[in-house]
Structures are given as structure tokens and as C-alpha cells.
């Protein structure tokens, strides 16, 4: 988005307009808590029907404990990679989706097939991960994230050692 970007040269624009972000961060200085306002990210892929990706499976028909692909941008996803990637096999963790998994399952199915989602665009009823201290999530002053996600600050990040805290009996 622009919009963060813009106002910042303009001191009059930014000081009395109410900014509406996508991934809002709070770190960056652009993102006010009380005045501006945080959206979720949409990709809508089809326009004759926005909602053919929107929903999944019931947790218990969910086979993956937890799903991330991404690029590596940021310092964050290095360290999440480091930490996660081929250490547990309920977890599918990738720098991208590999060719071959690529080719006979979607990011969208396996975010589908997932009971958690590591930074999510778009959470498919699975139970987002926040992994981030400045992130505001969308709408936080009507929802309590708490209730519905798991919110891991950055420096906890190396003590899971390739593990989310879920007890067995969750992962199935």
C-alpha cells in the first residue's frame, strides 16, 4: 500500500487523515492505535465468484498441524524456517511450494487442510499464528484475537524448537 508512504510527505495529511491498512505495523511509525484502522489482506482470484476459496475442512478432517510458504523477505521468515522446516512431519513448512506439491496441491488447499497457518493471507477457518510485535491484526477493537488465534511474540520464536504448543491428542 501507498497510502503510508504518501502521507508521510505530507505533515498535514498525516497528522489529521485516518489511514485504512492492510497489515498494519505499528513499528514503522505510519500505523496509529486509536486513530487508524486495520484490514485484513484479500486476494480475490475470481470475480464471478469471490467466495470459491473462502472456508476448509473441520479441524478433525484437517491432516496438516501446521502450513507456511512464503518468500523470504523481512527477518522473520529466515528465523521461522530455520527453526521449523523439515524438523516435524504434521508441519509443512516451505521457503515456496515445491514443484511437485505445487502441481497436486494448492496454497489454498493446503491452507484448507491445515489446523494452523503461519502468517496467512487469507485464514481458511484454520487458526491464524501471529508471529509479530508490532502487527496490529484486522478489527482488534471489536475481536479478541486472543480467543481465536495463537499469538507468539518474536522472541519466543527459537523456543519451539519445531514444535507449536499443542498437546497430542490436538494434532489429530
Excluded at 76 to 95: A, F, G, S
Excluded at 144 to 154: G, K, L, M, R, T
Amino acid at each position: 500500500s501507498q497510502g503510508p508512504f504518501e502521507t508521510k510527505l505530507h505533515r498535514e495529511l498525516r497528522k489529521n487523515a485516518i489511514k485504512a491498512i492492510c497489515n498494519a505495523d505499528v513499528s514503522q511509525g505510519f500505523f496509529k492505535l486509536g486513530k487508524d484502522v486495520s484490514f485484513p489482506q484479500t486476494n480475490i482470484r475470481s470475480g464471478q465468484n469471490p467466495l470459491r476459496d473462502v472456508g476448509g475442512k473441520p479441524a478433525c478432517q484437517r491432516p496438516i498441524l501446521t502450513f507456511f510458504a512464503g518468500r523470504m523477505h523481512g527477518y522473520l521468515r529466515p528465523i521461522l524456517l530455520n527453526q521449523w522446516e523439515k524438523k516435524d512431519t504434521d508441519m509443512k513448512i516451505y521457503v515456496a511450494m515445491p514443484r511437485g506439491v505445487a502441481s497436486k496441491v494448492s496454497y489454498i488447499e493446503h491452507m484448507k487442510s491445515s489446523k494452523y497457518c503461519i502468517c496467512p493471507r487469507g485464514y481458511y477457518v484454520c487458526v491464524p499464528v501471529i508471529m509479530s510485535d508490532n502487527f496490529v491484526p484486522p478489527f482488534f477493537e471489536v475481536l479478541n484475537w486472543d480467543a481465536f488465534s495463537v499469538i507468539i511474540p518474536e522472541k519466543d520464536i527459537p523456543k519451539f524448537e519445531g514444535n507449536i504448543v499443542v498437546n497430542q491428542s490436538q494434532r489429530r
